[in-house]
């Protein structure tokens, strides 16, 4: 079992920064990829990044050259780093983690708010 804790939302207006971290503890050998996906309201949920285990990375359309997805394996840690933040990416994101061979991730931690407004 893998645990995943995330912290760092908030309220930023338009145009600034924020970054999220998400903590893991457990099992973390068994996870191939981290990444984080968000929901907006009435919206569904969707990819934003993901980092492999070996260090690829995959980013959303939306999201390419405003955020950056990075690990610090020393302590089991992830980051999204989100720039030039626009009210479209006001959501609730939440870090997962996809064990190899799965075909979609597993383990879900429990959310944070960023909202995006002026």
């Known amino acids: 079992q893998v645990q995943l804790v995330e912290s760092g939302g908030g309220l930023v207006q338009p145009g600034g920064s924020l970054r999220l971290s998400c903590a893991a503890s457990?099992?973390?050998?068994?996870?191939?990829?981290m990444g984080w996906y968000r929901q907006a309201p009435g919206k569904q949920r969707e990819l934003v990044a993901t980092i492999t285990s070996g260090g690829s990375l995959n980013y959303a359309d939306s999201v390419k050259g405003r955020f950056t997805i990075s690990r610090d394996n020393a302590k089991n840690t992830v980051y999204l780093q989100m720039n030039s933040l626009k009210p479209e990416d006001t959501a609730v994101y939440y870090c997962t983690g996809r064990e190899y061979g799965d075909s979609k991730p597993g383990y879900w931690g429990q959310g944070t708010q960023v909202t995006v407004s002026s």
């Open positions: 457990g099992s973390i050998f068994i996870i191939y990829d």
